[in-house]
């Protein structure tokens, strides 16, 4: 099994640029979540999907941030514009229902200049 | 929101001695896990307890909870260089299909 897969692993963009993460969870899994992680706030739970569907988005900073779950193997989360405030790491993890244990993939670090 | 807060932030020991790290969280819940992250890397699972354990063991690891006093222990024995992590808690509210909330982690030192 090849564990969640983000791409990419690394993305330097400019303020008011569009940048776009992607997730693939591990097969099976039904439930998936996006966390953010800084040394201020630690780590940060952005939305979770179950069955492709957004569960809960109350962690989401504010309009500029957007996630999708098209199908069960992928999921994106985007932000437009981006800005300085934005730079952090971004962890996708997936999880099925019958198990608790979360799955990480190892994080898209995000800088936005 | 934080749910959990782990103490000490950082903690240095040497290799063999015993390493201990609380947390602390405030709602009522329906199990605690405890992950390991290494640095630049996810977050790994490390053990589970559920609210009706107070002890499991898995290894070199010790994991009590006390739902009396909202609070959970990990105990790594025997330290080894290679525990150098950050080590966090984590917990979900005692609802079915709800997310894990992190602490902010205790960052473990071993010196050999």
Known sequence: DAGVIQSPRHEVTEMGQEVTLR????????YLFWYRQTMMRG???LIY???????DDSGMPEDRFSAKMPNASFSTLKIQ???????AVY???????????????????LSVL | S??????????SIQEGENATMNCSYKTSINNLQWYRQNSGRG????????????????????VTLDTSKKSSSLLITASRAADTASYFCATDAAQAGTALIF??????????
């Open chain 1, 23 to 30: 997730c693939k969870p591990i097969s099976g899994h039904d």
């Open chain 1, 43 to 45: 780590l940060e739970l």
């Open chain 1, 49 to 55: 999907f179950n069955n492709n569907v957004p569960i």
């Open chain 1, 81 to 87: 514009p981006s800005e300085p405030r934005d730079s």
């Open chain 1, 91 to 109: 962890f996708c993890a997936s999880r099925w229902t019958a198990n608790e244990k979360l799955f990480f993939g190892s994080g898209t670090q």
């Open chain 2, 2 to 11: 934080q749910q959990g807060e782990e103490d000490p932030q950082a903690l």
């Open chain 2, 43 to 62: 977050l790994v699972h490390l053990i589970l307890i559920r609210s009706n354990e107070r002890e499991k063991h898995s290894g070199r690891l010790r």
């Open chain 2, 103 to 112: 602490g902010k982690g205790t960052t473990l030192s071993v010196s050999s």
